[in-house]
């Protein structure tokens, strides 16, 4: 009885112990069995991939049902004020944080084989804040976008900033531009940041892109339909243009016009986690959540 | 040799050892995480069912004005269940629920329109409302029936018609569409082409994903989003306490 006990104790100490150890020591997370099985569970759907990927070529529609990885990840950023009231500090401090908790999570995302990230992270809406508020989320945005610079370059990520310019401060758009000419050559992977962005206000400068060109006489009035209006999307600059999955921390289960078209088909996942306190479990979660999910597409399977 | 062979073949059973342990391994995880799903379903069930036989206090008083308008989402494969609907429907006006918008991304519940609205009592569509003078149901359910016609197409049709108005303008060349395309020239084309743009506050998800599935996207701008999961399992319970919840709900706006 005793050898016996012995014997599944060694086994237990060989199979789960110590790889359980070196797999959250690997994942900087603390070690505990859904760390583990969420870690399993990605690895082995990364596998499926590249099994998928070796099969030879399919419809995309196809091959994106079967890929369990999302190719595209769209990011509401909420809960920073919850996060900052919660410990007592600014405005500016919960900001801050999320910030920072941005570039993780991101450079985290690409690691994973996402190809784009979208975030949400100053709606048009926002504007009717406090000054002080508004004036601190931009200066946190030219001071991210300085010194994360070499980060983008470094590992050939594309920034592309959507949104309505028109209120931006000079020195900022100035930054927004040098970043995306500095980084458009890029491919693979793609980092979308949504500032005074508006899903209404997308569809509405579509529809007038559109009655631009019919007025130019570069395409008829028949030639508009969905896959024209796509073309005329902000979102346009992305070969995905359409999440697969779109994550809204906080609570809160809402889009808040955030890719109001492009979001007809998205998977929507909204954690109870306030954005500074996303991170790397979180994610995983966030993916094992998303590849149990039986995507149609509005089709029949 | 022997001794090189010897190894080799120890070699080879201690990979088949240990890929026979990860398989193991594998197996326990995935009996782990699906007796946790299991608990979590049951404890689910039980909670849907206290609160269904008004067991539970907190959902016997819900503050139904807030829900002015409600709109249910329903997976196609599950929208051929008509009576599945139906039942949700009669519950929805048991709550109090005022308006429904009833959405599947091709059209089969606007084809049942007629069985719908013949088979739950005092509903009649929206656009009748206020029409007739007298109903003999002081309180109707209003319904509306949506499918993706009424989603991407009709903002094509109503972009084409603000085209037009742009085209016909006396100095069309000059102007850069700030008069013409605005949301409220949009709402308004919306209107003509015969689409209600009222956002629903609240939109219930039935189906295996929790996507909208193509519901008309200029209405969702603020709209709460719940999945229910499947229509079949659909409990009284469930919809009684996602009402409850975005009854407490508070609205900020983006502000």
């Known amino acids: ?265 998205t998977e929507l996942y909204f954690p109870n986690v306030l954005w500074p306190d996303f991170g790397e479990a979180e994610y995983l979660d966030a993916l094992t959540w998303y590849q149990q999910r039986q995507r149609r597409f509005g089709r029949r399977v | 040799m022997d001794l090189n062979q010897s190894m080799r073949l120890l070699s080879s059973w201690i990979a088949q050892i240990g890929v026979l342990g990860l398989d193991l391994l594998w197996r326990f995880i995935h009996l782990v995480v699906s007796l946790c799903y299991i608990v979590s379903g049951i404890i689910e069930a039980v909670e849907s069912y206290a609160i269904s036989l008004g067991l539970n206090k907190k959902y016997s008083s819900i503050n139904i004005e807030k829900l002015r308008c409600l709109a249910v989402v329903v997976d196609i494969e599950e929208a051929r269940d008509v009576s599945k609907v139906i039942e949700l429907l009669q519950w929805l006006r048991t709550i109090g629920v005022k308006q429904v918008g009833l959405f599947d991304s091709q059209g089969l519940l606007k084809k049942s329109k007629d069985l719908i609205l013949g088979t739950v009592p005092g509903s009649v569509l929206s656009e009748e409302i206020g029409e007739k003078d007298s109903s003999p149901d002081q309180n109707p359910l209003a319904l509306e029936f949506i499918s993706s016609s009424d989603n991407k197409e009709a903002v094509m049709k109503a972009a084409n018609i603000l085209l037009q108005d742009h085209l016909k303008s006396s100095r069309p060349e000059n102007d850069k569409g700030e008069n013409f395309f605005t949301e409220t020239h949009l709402n308004e084309a919306l209107r003509v082409v015969g689409e209600n743009v009222h956002a629903p506050d609240l939109l219930l998800v039935y189906g295996p994903i929790r996507s909208h599935l193509g519901f008309p996207a200029w209405r969702l701008r603020y709209t709460e989003i719940v999945h229910m999961g499947s229509l079949n399992y659909m409990r009284y319970g469930s919809l009684l306490k996602a009402i409850h919840k975005f009854t407490g709900v508070h609205q900020n706006y983006g502000t």
């Open chain 1, 1 to 265: 009885m005793l050898s016996l006990f012995s014997v599944v104790f060694t086994f237990l100490a060989l199979f789960l112990l110590i790889p359980g150890l070196f797999i959250s020591r690997r994942l900087r997370l603390p070690f505990c069995l859904e760390n583990i099985i969420r870690f399993f569970k990605i690895t082995a759907s990364k596998y499926d991939d590249e099994r998928n990927d070796e099969r030879g070529p399919l419809g995309e529609k196809e091959k994106r049902a079967r890929n369990r990885m999302p190719k595209h990840v769209a990011v509401i950023l909420d809960g920073n004020r919850r996060w900052a009231e919660k410990r007592g500090l600014g405005t500016s401090g919960g900001h801050e944080a999320g910030v920072k908790r941005l570039m993780e999570n991101a450079k985290d995302c690409f690691a994973m084989g996402t190809n784009t990230i979208s975030l949400f992270a100053f709606s048009t809406e926002n504007w009717e804040r406090p000054e002080d508020e508004v004036n601190c989320l931009m200066a946190l945005f030219k001071k991210h976008f300085k010194s994360e610079m070499p980060y983008f370059q470094r590992d050939k990520i594309k920034i592309s900033v959507i949104g309505n310019r028109a209120k931006i401060s000079q020195s900022l758009l100035g930054l927004i531009e040098e970043v995306e000419e500095a980084t458009k050559s890029y491919e693979g992977k793609q980092l979308i940041i949504a500032i005074d962005y508006s899903g209404r206000f997308d569809i509405l400068q579509a529809c007038k892109n559109l009655a631009t060109k019919v007025k130019d006489g570069l395409i008829q009035v028949e030639d508009i339909d969905e896959k024209a209006m796509e073309n005329e999307l902000m979102t346009k600059c992305s070969e995905f243009p359409n999440p697969d999955l779109l994550i809204r921390t906080s609570g809160e289960q809402k889009i808040s016009n955030f890719f109001l078209w492009q979001s007809a088909y």
